[in-house]
C-alpha cells in the first residue's frame, strides 16, 4: 500500500481508488467497506499533496499558479453533484457492478494514459535530437512571444485576472467553495430524513441539480468573460492552457468530472483516474494536470468522505491507519517526483507513473478473486 500511493502521488493522483484491490485482498475488506476508506485516503494524500505544493509555479508561465482555476470553477458544481449520486449509488449496487464499474474505469485510464505518454516521449526523444526546439526557458518563452507579435496589455481587468491566477484564495472563489459545500449538505441532511418519502426525496434531489447547474452557468459566464478580457487585451497564453472556445468544450469537461466524482463516490476511485488521463488528453501540462486533478479529487474526496462519515459508513480504525501510511507515502511520492522532473525536465516522468499505478490496479483487481 504504501509503495503504490507513493508511486500515484508521484504520478499526479491520490493513490485512494489504486488501493482499492489492496484493501479487498490483504485486509479482507468488502467494497462497501472500501470505499469510504478509499475517499478519505483521497483526503489525507491530496491535503497534504496541496499543502506541500502550494508554493509551487506554473513551469513556463512563473506568474501563475500551476493549479488551473478556470477549470476548478466550471467543473466544481457537477463534482459535487457527482459525489452525491455516487453516494448514493453506493449504497444500493451490487458488490460485483462496483467492482465491475472499477476495473473498466481503470483500463480506458490505463489506455489513454500510455497514449499521452507515448507522444510525451516522442517528443522528447525529439527535443533531445534536436528535430524541434523545447524547453522552458526564458529566452525560448521570449522568442515564442516574439512570434506571437503580441504585447501583453496592462489594464486593470487584466491586472486583476493576473493576481488572481497567482493566489489560491481569493475572497470570491471561497464564497463559491463554501457556497457549494453548505448546499450539498444541507441538501444531505433534509435528503436522509427519516420521515421523507420517495416523492419529497427526488424533489430535494431535483432541487440540489438545479442549484448546482445555475452555479455552473454562472462560472461559465464569468470564465467567458475573463477570456473576452484575455483576447481583447492579448493575454500570454501558453501552448498548453486550456481553452474554451465552445460551449460544447465546456458540457464535456463538466461532464467527465461529473462521471469521475460518481465513480469516486460509487466505486472509491477518487476522480483522478479518470480526470489525470482526461487532462492528459486535453494537452494539460502533466505538471499542471496533477495540481488540478488532485485540487478536484480533494474536493471530491472531502464531499465523499464526509458524506460518507454523516451515514455512519465510515471504518475509523482503518481510516486512521490508512491516513497515516498516505501522509507518509504521499510525502515520499511528491518530493522525489518534483526532484527528478526539475533535474530531468522530462515530463513524460508523471504520465509514466500514472501508467504504472494504473496497471497494477487493473492486474491486482482479478486477484482479488483467485486469492479468496
Not at 145 to 163: G, L, S
Not at 180 to 198: H, M, N, R, V
Not at 240 to 252: A, E, I, M, N, P
Amino acid at each position: 500500500m504504501f509503495t503504490l500511493i507513493t508511486i500515484s502521488n508521484a504520478g499526479g493522483v491520490s493513490g485512494a481508488g489504486s488501493n482499492i484491490p489492496i484493501m479487498l485482498i490483504f485486509f479482507n475488506l468488502s467494497m462497501k467497506e472500501s470505499v469510504p476508506l478509499s475517499a478519505f485516503v483521497g483526503c489525507v494524500a491530496t491535503l497534504f499533496r496541496f499543502a506541500l505544493n502550494y508554493s509551487q509555479k506554473h513551469p513556463h508561465r512563473p506568474e501563475r499558479n500551476t493549479i488551473n482555476y478556470e477549470v476548478i470553477e466550471i467543473t466544481m458544481p457537477a463534482v459535487f453533484l457527482g459525489t452525491f449520486i455516487g453516494v448514493i449509488l453506493n449504497q444500493i449496487c451490487p458488490e460485483m457492478i462496483k467492482v465491475t464499474v472499477f476495473g473498466v474505469t481503470v483500463a480506458w485510464s490505463l489506455q489513454t494514459t500510455h497514449m499521452k505518454y507515448l507522444q510525451l516521449k516522442e517528443k522528447e526523444r525529439k527535443i533531445a535530437a534536436g528535430e524541434i526546439t523545447g524547453g522552458t526557458s526564458a529566452k525560448l518563452l521570449e522568442e515564442h512571444d516574439m512570434e506571437k507579435n503580441t504585447i501583453e496589455a496592462d489594464t486593470p481587468d487584466m491586472r486583476k485576472i493576473k493576481v488572481e491566477e497567482s493566489q489560491h484564495f481569493t475572497a470570491e472563489r471561497v464564497v463559491f467553495i463554501v457556497l457549494c459545500f453548505s448546499i450539498l449538505f444541507g441538501t444531505q441532511i433534509i435528503y436522509k430524513q427519516p420521515d421523507l418519502d420517495a416523492t419529497k426525496q427526488r424533489l430535494v434531489f431535483g432541487l440540489f441539480t438545479f442549484a448546482m447547474l445555475g452555479i455552473t452557468y454562472n462560472r461559465v459566464h464569468k470564465i467567458k468573460k475573463i477570456h473576452e478580457v484575455k483576447a481583447r487585451d492579448n493575454y500570454n497564453f501558453d501552448d498548453h492552457d486550456t481553452r474554451f472556445d465552445s460551449f460544447q468544450d465546456v458540457l464535456t469537461l463538466s461532464a467527465f468530472c461529473m462521471i469521475a466524482a460518481i465513480l469516486c463516490g460509487l466505486t472509491g476511485i477518487a476522480g483522478g483516474m479518470v480526470l489525470g488521463p482526461l487532462f492528459l488528453k486535453y494537452n494539460m501540462l502533466p505538471s499542471v494536470m496533477s495540481g488540478t486533478n488532485q485540487y478536484i479529487t480533494m474536493v471530491a474526496s472531502i464531499s465523499v468522505a464526509s458524506q460518507f462519515i454523516y451515514i455512519n459508513f465510515m471504518n475509523y480504525y482503518f481510516a486512521a491507519l490508512f491516513g497515516v501510511i498516505a501522509l507518509v507515502s504521499a510525502f515520499t511520492g511528491i518530493t522525489v517526483v518534483n526532484k527528478i522532473v526539475a533535474k530531468s525536465g522530462k515530463q513524460s516522468i508523471i504520465a509514466g507513473l500514472l501508467v504504472i499505478v494504473l496497471l497494477s490496479a487493473l492486474i491486482s483487481l482479478p486477484l482479488n478473486y483467485l486469492l479468496r
